[in-house]
């Protein structure tokens, strides 16, 4: 396996993880588009090794065998610096630890309180706060920076302040496997606009949640001459990392006001709420706003929870189910609450069979999300042309509230 210098002394080593396990967090597919888990090495009188891997695929070995092209080992590493003991990031600690007893582990408070309950290891560790630094000799003093909940509590960043790279773990990561490349200098303009569609799922899966705390990471890291972002997924960001910067600056702004777009989550058990979307849709394109559309659950959650993230208007079709909102879409709108998509204008429309009772479950389970609601309608069975006629202008309202932020 091949190591990519990020400078003269500082080097990545990365595993591309496209297969097993298929879902990453045991929940968002990465099959097709992987994800890769990188580490870095900094090279001073003492060596660095920031951020491991789990076992996945056989990535940790893959790291090893990038390292002997150092001509290192994993016993001559002196330092192991956890910004984030996340499993994908440290799930080689104990192998690494057999194999190598001596290296200091370096890591938050709360990071070295998780190391003891993950893998057991207490010793040879050093708890290190906002602003400690780690000399490595050579004129490379590795310094730290608490980001808490960006996106454990637990998290911080390094900072090579010699190189100016910024070992910033999560932060400024994305999916997407790297294929033999690392830098953005390497990628083509597609490649880029697929990673950034990947980023944008990352986000909205892993950090949505969270986007309070990346602005006041974002703010905290402006004072550093950053030449170079560094993540633990994704791309290193050598020749540019302005942009992956300001491109988490504007997902976070999404928690507040999202771009003028809808997004259309629906569901249809047998084409009756699926006559009224059409009709609604009719009225959003009168208005000239684009818009992406998902069918629940034909879509995976994770490629509706970026569009729905990004978005400042939401139009929701679905049944009733049994007295109830349709399951499929009840696990939808659970999700929305628990990665926190806020502050949208939305829409909510569907049909039933004998009676209603989605919406009753639907106000319920929408009250934590701080959306600003257009009067739903439901109506039974097939539309009628009232109905349809009701539906549009619906559509035409969601869209011209959207076009007015």
């Known amino acids: 396996m091949k190591i990519f210098p990020v400078s003269q002394s500082v080097f990545c080593a990365y595993a591309d993880i496209d297969s097993l396990p298929e879902l990453f967090e045991g929940i968002w597919p990465i099959k097709g588009s992987g994800v890769s888990l990188n580490s870095f090495v900094v090279k001073g009188e003492k060596i660095a090794l920031i951020d491991l891997t789990s076992d996945w695929t056989n990535a940790s070995r893959q790291v090893v065998s990038a390292l002997g092209s150092l001509e290192l ?10 910004n984030h003991l996340e499993p994908d990031h440290t799930g080689f600690l104990r192998e690494f630890r057999c194999e190598n007893p001596r290296c ?13 309950s993950f893998y057991n290891i207490s010793e040879g560790v050093r708890a290190v706060k906002d602003g400690d630094a780690l000399d490595l000799g050579g004129g490379h003093i590795l310094s730290f920076f608490e980001t808490p909940n ?21 932060a400024f990561g994305s999916f997407g496997k790297l294929s033999g490349r690392v830098f953005d200098d390497e990628f083509t303009k597609d490649e880029h606009a697929a990673f950034e569609k990947e980023s944008l799922r990352y986000y909205a899966t892993i950090v949505s949640s969270f ?5 006041k990471a974002i703010e905290k890291l402006k004072p550093l001459d950053i030449k170079c972002i560094a993540p633990s997924h994704g791309i290193v960001w050598r020749k540019n990392p302005r942009v ?11 928690a507040k006001v999202g771009e003028k777009e809808i997004t259309i989550v629906w569901s249809s058990m047998y084409g009756n709420t699926k006559a009224g979307l059409d009709a609604a849709i009719r009225g959003i394109e009168q208005e000239g706003v684009p818009y992406s559309i998902h ?9 509706i929870l970026a569009d729905a993230y990004k978005s400042a208007g939401l139009l929701i079709a679905m049944p009733t189910y049994e007295y109830a909102m349709f399951p499929p879409m009840a696990y939808v709108i659970d999700l929305f609450r628990r990665k926190h998509i806020f502050n949208k204008t939305v829409l909510r429309i569907g049909s039933f069979g004998w009676v209603g009772g989605a919406k009753k479950e639907y106000e319920t389970a929408i009250t934590p ?3 600003n609601s257009l009067e739903s309608h439901e109506w039974a069975g097939f539309p009628t042309e009232t109905d349809l006629s009701i539906l549009e202008e619906r559509g035409r309202q969601l869209a011209r509230r959207v076009l007015s932020f």
């Open 73 to 82: 080992s994993l016993k001559d590493i002196d330092f192991l610096i956890l």
């Open 104 to 116: 200091e582990i370096v890591s938050t408070v709360k990071g070295v309180n998780l190391m003891k």
């Open 150 to 170: 960006v996106h454990w509590p637990e998290t911080m960043v390094t900072w090579d302040a010699a190189s100016g790279v910024l070992f910033s773990c999560d």
């Open 211 to 215: 986007s309070l705390f990346v602005e």
């Open 244 to 254: 992956v910067i300001d491109r988490y600056a504007k997902y976070a702004s999404y």
């Open 295 to 303: 069918r629940v659950p034909d879509e995976d959650v994770s490629y």
């Open 369 to 371: 999300l701080k959306w």
